[in-house]
């Protein structure tokens, strides 16, 4: 329909895309843990930037004040652990998993913390992965959390359903890149999200731009970006624009992506601290 607005909450036609409410098999968190807003980062396919969008969001709010967690549920390919220079084990007792914690005080749970070594393959099947990531919820105990920002890996499989089904996901940002695919890709991200009745808060679109070092023009290093033109048609709005930053890049192979510099995702976070 040439009307749809892709949200079937708002939408009073009957049609074949419509899809009733999902079963619900959320499961509850640990007895112990309090948290606030769980908030998702979503791509339709990997390479874009969605856990360096995850770290910067996660940093910015713990800079407001916020008690801010990180989920790491991209199981096979963690990464998290590394932008935050996070190197030792999790902990756990008797009542359940205790998460690391960052310099700055963000708490975070990831396979790579579990790992004997950090190289180490997680070489499992999909429902194996999806029993971690139901355990990184029940079994950790997440104490005064006002956001969790749960790290997805990309497209729509059995890690992102588990995490909508889970979860009791309050928003999801999808990320996405300057390529002409991302038309594509964007669409089936905001599908998913509307057929799992999950809100979704906007778009970010990483490696945007890069900016002269010398007269501080924009470049479309990828081509023109299509965000807007995408995000108007789906009634969403556009959270930020990334820019390619080697500083920015630095902090994270460094491991001291609390230090980055900029208010390029100034607007993201003030979406999600009004949720």
């Known amino acids: 329909m040439s009307e749809c607005t892709h949200n079937c909450e708002t939408c009073g036609q009957d049609c074949s895309e419509r899809k009733s409410a999902p079963e619900d098999f959320r499961e509850p968190p640990h007895p112990q843990s309090r948290i606030g807003k769980v908030i998702g980062v979503v791509s339709g396919k990997g390479g874009v930037g969605k856990s360096m969008v995850t770290s910067m969001l996660s940093v910015l709010m713990r800079r407001r004040g916020h008690k801010v967690g990180i989920l790491d549920a991209d199981v096979t390919g963690p990464s998290i652990p590394q932008v935050f220079g996070i190197h030792e084990k999790a902990m756990g007792t008797e009542e359940g998993i205790l998460p690391a914690r960052t310099k700055t005080g963000i708490d975070m749970i990831s396979v790579n913390l579990l ?28 104490q005064d959390v006002d956001y969790l920002f749960v790290d997805m890996p990309p497209g729509t499989g059995d890690v992102p359903l588990t995490v909508f089904q889970t979860l009791p996901v309050d928003g999801i940002v999808v990320v996405a890149s300057p390529q002409e695919l991302v038309s594509m890709i964007v669409e089936k991200a ?10 979704i808060l906007g778009l970010v679109e990483n490696m945007s731009y890069v900016s002269c070092p010398d007269c501080g023009k924009r470049i479309a290093l990828f081509g023109e970006s299509h965000i807007d033109e995408i995000a108007a048609s789906y009634q969403l709005p556009v959270l930020a624009k990334l820019p390619v930053d080697p500083a920015l890049s630095r902090s994270a192979d460094q491991g001291v992506i609390e230090l980055f510099e900029g208010d390029w995702m100034d607007s993201a976070a003030d979406v999600i601290e009004k949720l």
């Open 190 to 199: 905001v599908k998913m999200a509307n057929m799992m009745q999950i809100p």
């Open 115 to 142: 790992l004997e070594n950090e190289s180490d393959p997680v070489v499992w099947r999909g429902p194996v992965i999806a029993g971690v990531i139901k355990q990184f919820w029940t079994d950790v105990i997440w």
